[in-house]
């Protein structure tokens, strides 16, 4: 799959059967090769890094009996290799699996650094911890990590890690069913997929209590003889299914589905105004109101998931007001921010920390003369991205009153009334919304009243400033000059512009209430009043 064409505009209506968990798959395959005989795995996804690993366990000597397209059979007896191969493991992120899987059957292993995707470092110093606590010397040159057992078979331990580690705790599990004694894991992670590697385990003939708390204990067994298992459902696949639902609006029934995994998700749809309804293995997605703002931040298991972040965000860009979301996991998970930029959203990355807010038009009939669309064919225009159910309405997108005009989606079929708005006779006054990183001033308000000169000769207009009860907020009234000058006068006198917001333009008052994706045309006494003030 080179590209995906979406036509959107429309809500999602339907049902749809959630997938096996991703994330227990490409720990429970692996772990295979702790199994001294033949395991059937259910519930399978269809994946790259599943097929993958399958690649890598019959290079490795296992033999895989393809049952259907969710199931197979995984005879790991007769394994002859300890060294997967470097060109197939590098391209899997979850490839340090093999590590603890090898190492706890075998004493062994050399495998090569995870790949996968690129949204940040991957340390594996608590992976390392946990194995060398066992009895294991571990060694990493030239992009592989090398792990031997020091009288080739390791030795249960206490293990705590310094940092919740999803893959620490899965991997040292592993690498400690086999181990001589027992093994105890503190601060491990909670995850749902740690409890579905456990039970498979278990289901072969481990014995390990206590995953999905933050203290596991692993009690070594002699021997995996074999079994069948059936993975969890996706619940990164479920939550991307329900922000969908979220973002279009419509009514979706998610099939296969275990609901307590879903409640960090849930409860933040749910803060937003998206109906979500609990049965034994379904959800109910449902959304036709406004979407309200909220702030997310992502963290362990049971917080909000990381890998549910960009697809929170998306749904946030449509929500009513300001919404602040908050990265707590990996350091560099922001790169689809300038996409969604181009797309029209108001995004902006502080840190770990993303401000999502909508870019609005002002969208009313195309007046007479006036283009709404470049010759050059090369350029997309503000029409492209207008979506298909208000180009049916035959409304276009002629500009928009300001960039900072957030809370605003106006329609209009008054095509003069469009050209007044946007070309109009003269100045009418502008009122901005000021938040500055210090308190304003009495010395502040005669500044902007006397008008100011900035350091390049430009010459300001008097404007009028009204503190507000808090000291670092303010209300800035000016009759000519555009949203650029007024935060250039405020930056003049400040280091950083936290916020600035177009409150109202003469006679019409933007209205907060409202955000991208819901709409309402201008009243009567609104186009009156506008009549009036373009005259």
Not at 238 to 257: F, P, S
Not at 304 to 309: E, G, R, V, W
Request: charged fraction near 20%; charge should be neutral.
């Amino acid at each position: 799959m080179n590209k995906y064409i979406i036509h959107g505009g429309h809500p999602l209506f339907g049902e749809v059967t959630i997938s096996g968990a991703k994330n227990a798959a490409v720990a429970i395959i692996p772990a295979a090769l702790l199994v001294d005989g033949v395991c059937r795995i259910e519930n399978i996804p269809q994946i790259s890094d599943v097929t993958l690993f399958f690649s890598i366990l019959e290079e490795l000597g296992a033999r895989i009996r393809v049952l259907n397209r969710h199931a197979v059979e995984l005879d790991c007896h007769a394994i002859h290799s300890t060294r997967p191969s470097y060109e197939l493991a590098r391209r899997i992120r979850a490839s340090y699996y093999l590590l603890g899987a090898l190492l706890g059957r075998f004493g062994q292993a050399t495998v090569a650094m995870p790949g996968g995707c690129n949204f940040g470092v991957r340390p594996i110093d608590q992976h390392i911890k946990g194995f060398t606590t066992m009895g294991a010397e571990v060694s990493v040159e030239g992009g592989f990590i090398h792990t031997a057992a020091k009288n080739g078979r390791l030795t249960g331990a206490p293990v705590y890690l310094d940092v919740v580690s999803v893959g620490a705790t899965m991997n040292i599990m592993m690498a400690a069913a086999l181990a001589d004694g027992v093994t105890t894991i503190e601060n491990a992670a909670k995850e749902p997929h740690i409890v579905d590697l456990a039970n498979f385990l278990n289901s072969m003939g481990a014995d390990i209590k206590g995953a999905g708390t933050d203290s596991i204990k692993i009690r070594g067994v002699e021997r995996l003889t074999g079994g069948t298992y059936c993975i969890i459902p996706d619940q990164i696949e479920a939550g991307t299914y329900m922000a969908a639902v979220a973002a279009t609006g419509g009514q979706l029934l998610l099939k296969n589905i275990i609901p307590k995994h879903m409640d960090c998700i849930s409860a933040k749809l749910m803060e937003m105004g998206v109906v979500v309804e609990e049965n034994d293995d379904t959800l109910l997605v449902r959304r036709s109101e406004p979407l309200q703002k909220t702030n997310v931040k992502t963290l362990p298991y049971p917080g909000f998931p990381t890998d549910m972040q960009p697809q929170i965000a998306a749904v946030l860009c449509l929500a009513q007001g300001t919404s602040v979301l908050t990265e707590g996991v990996w350091e560099n998970r922001y790169r689809y921010v300038d996409e969604f930029r181009r797309m029209g959203a108001h995004i902006q990355v502080d840190g770990q920390r993303v401000d999502c807010a909508p870019f609005v038009y002002v969208l009313m009939n195309k007046p007479a003369g006036l283009l709404s669309a470049t010759e050059d064919r090369r350029q997309r225009t503000v029409l492209d991205l207008l979506p298909e159910h208000l180009r049916r309405m035959g409304l276009f997108p002629v500009g928009r009153l300001d960039k900072d005009t957030e809370g605003l989606l106006l329609l209009t079929n008054d095509g003069p009334l469009a050209h007044r708005l946007l070309s109009p006779r003269r100045h009418v006054d502008k009122t901005y919304f000021v938040r500055a990183d210090r308190p304003f001033d009495g010395a502040d308000e005669a500044a902007f009243a006397a008008g100011m000169v900035l350091r390049d000769g430009l010459h300001c207009l008097p404007a009028r400033l009204e503190r507000l009860d808090c000291p670092e907020e303010a209300l800035v009234t000016i009759q000519e000059g555009k949203y650029h000058q007024i935060k250039r006068m405020v930056a003049s006198q400040y280091k950083q512009v936290v916020y600035l917001k177009r409150l109202s333009m003469g006679a019409l008052k933007l209205d907060p209430a409202l955000e991208k994706g819901a709409w309402r045309y201008l009243t009567p006494a609104e186009c009156a009043a506008l009549r009036d003030a373009g005259d």
